[in-house]
């Protein structure tokens, strides 16, 4: 699966999602940090990109996924300071999902 991080998904997650063999793209990497982009607009650029938008603004985007869930996916996580078990929960939570396209998954921190 191919993911797109935004802004707030730590770097030491996007690091440990790598090791696990996970497709990531940050929004660093793509040119678009800093730069006031819209949630809006990082939805439809990682939806161009063929990949699920990962993120810890759970509010605006499960907001947008009810506004029409033709995106490639939308992970939307907890903040959880043990970087390396929130990866592997991301990745447990897709790793027998066939299809992210339209779906809204919810990744919780334990505890």
Not at 45 to 71: C, S, V, Y
Not at 80 to 95: C, L, M, Y
Not at 97 to 106: A, D, K, N, P
Request: proline share 3%; aromatic share 2%.
């Amino acid at each position: 699966m191919a993911l797109y991080a935004d802004e707030n998904i730590p770097l030491r997650v996007v690091e440990e999602l790598r090791r696990l063999g996970v497709d990531v793209l940050t929004v660093l990497e793509d040119g678009r940090a800093n730069q006031s982009i819209t949630d809006q607009i990082i939805l439809a650029r990682a939806t161009e990109l063929g990949r699920a938008i990962l993120t810890l603004n759970r509010k605006d985007f499960k907001r947008l996924h009810l506004q029409g869930p033709g995106h490639a996916g939308i992970i939307i996580c907890t903040e959880d300071p043990d970087r390396h078990g929130q990866a592997q929960r991301i990745v447990e939570s897709i790793a027998n999902m066939e299809e992210l396209r339209g779906q809204l998954i919810r990744v919780y921190r334990r505890g």
